[in-house]
């Protein structure tokens, strides 16, 4: 009877989705293509700081991170394969490419290594993604800016990493919000990176030939710097979306406290980064019942909540969340159909 009741409570478990395996020795490996702005900076040391205390408290055995030193896609690749040979038992992704790394993250399947993608994501099957919905965000920023601009006018796009999931999803919602509100039109579009520096060299380049512009759609990390580029050009300060950037969240309360300045923020937070490695950690514990795809929401202030959290923000950081494990059992749960 006893030994009944344990085989009914083990049947249980399963059922419910409660791991059973001990992770305590697994490695999961990091394999991120790009650091070079605020946004990556702030990824890493949210991944540091949760990856430490598991290895310290023995979840799991080893959290490696390894940055590749350019944004290629066969630099990833080959990253990855290098990760497979050294026996990682899991591998937490940002990806150069939604689909041009899918090979390399085939092996990694096949070779029996749990594979979970975030921010960049993989289309791999066989992968899991941690994701948010930039479609939707890239279409709120132009039904924000309908409500600061409600005559229409003329737009600059900046857009993010060339090539990655990201820049393409928010393009798209970019695209549908114009499409929604026919009062806008996109006049000139150039390529920021995410980073402040890059998206104001851009802008001051196209800005001289570029109409009168009444607002900047882009995607993070570049409000400031597009800021600073219509400032010296001594152009007409247009209403920017920005991304959740502390400089850009400054200058934002300095604008609204010398003129009542209005916008919208809204980023993925870097921390989702601590949320993909116990996404891994979860699979390696033996959950079946995890979906491939979960979707996370993205942060967004608004202009009665921006000056609240600007405080919390580092200076040079981005606004943030360290997921726990409980966190990621939570989206599990709400992700499960």
């Not at 990091?30 to 991944?47: I, P, T, V």
């Not at 965000?137 to 060339?162: D, H, S, T």
């Not at 390529?191 to 009444?214: C, F, N």
Request: include cysteine.
């Amino acid at each position: 009877m006893k030994k009944l009741l344990v085989l009914t409570a083990l049947a249980a478990m399963l059922a419910s989705g409660t791991a059973l395996a001990d992770t305590s020795g697994k490695k999961i490996a990091f394999s991120n293509n790009y650091a070079g702005n605020s946004w990556r900076q702030a990824m890493l040391d949210s991944y540091g700081i949760v990856t430490k205390k598991a290895v310290a408290d023995k979840i799991v055995g080893a959290a490696d991170i390894f940055t590749t030193a350019d944004k290629e896609v066969p630099t990833q690749a080959a990253q990855v394969q290098n990760l497979i040979l050294q026996g990682y038992d899991a591998i937490v992704i940002n990806a150069a490419s939604p689909d041009a790394l899918n090979g390399a993250i085939k092996q990694a399947c096949d070779a029996g290594i749990t594979v979970v993608s975030f921010d960049g994501t993989v289309t791999e099957p066989c992968a899991y993604r941690v994701v948010v919905d930039f479609k939707d965000m890239g279409k709120q920023e132009v039904e924000q800016m309908a409500k600061f601009q409600p005559k229409g006018g003329n737009l600059l796009e900046i857009r993010g990493l060339a090539g990655t999931s990201i820049d393409d999803a928010i393009h798209a919602g970019i695209l549908e919000g114009v499409a929604a509100h026919p009062e806008f039109k996109i006049v000139g579009s150039v390529t920021g990176d995410w980073d402040q520096t890059t998206a104001q060299k851009a802008v001051a380049t196209i800005l001289p030939s570029l109409p009168d512009v009444v607002g900047i759609v882009d995607q993070g990390g570049d409000g400031y710097g597009a800021a600073q580029a219509f400032a010296a050009a001594g152009k007409p300060r247009p209403t920017i979306i920005m991304g959740n950037r502390q400089d850009e969240l400054k200058w934002w309360k300095e604008q609204k406290d010398k003129d009542g300045y209005k916008t919208w923020s809204a980023s993925i937070a870097p921390g989702v980064s601590s949320l993909a490695f116990w996404v891994a950690q979860q699979v390696l514990d033996g959950r079946k019942d995890i979906p491939h795809d979960l979707l996370v929401p993205y942060l967004a202030f608004t202009q009665d909540d921006f000056e609240a959290a600007l405080p919390k923000i580092k200076e040079g950081g981005v606004a943030t969340h360290e997921y726990t494990q409980e966190d990621a059992l939570a989206a599990i749960k709400a992700n499960i159909k």
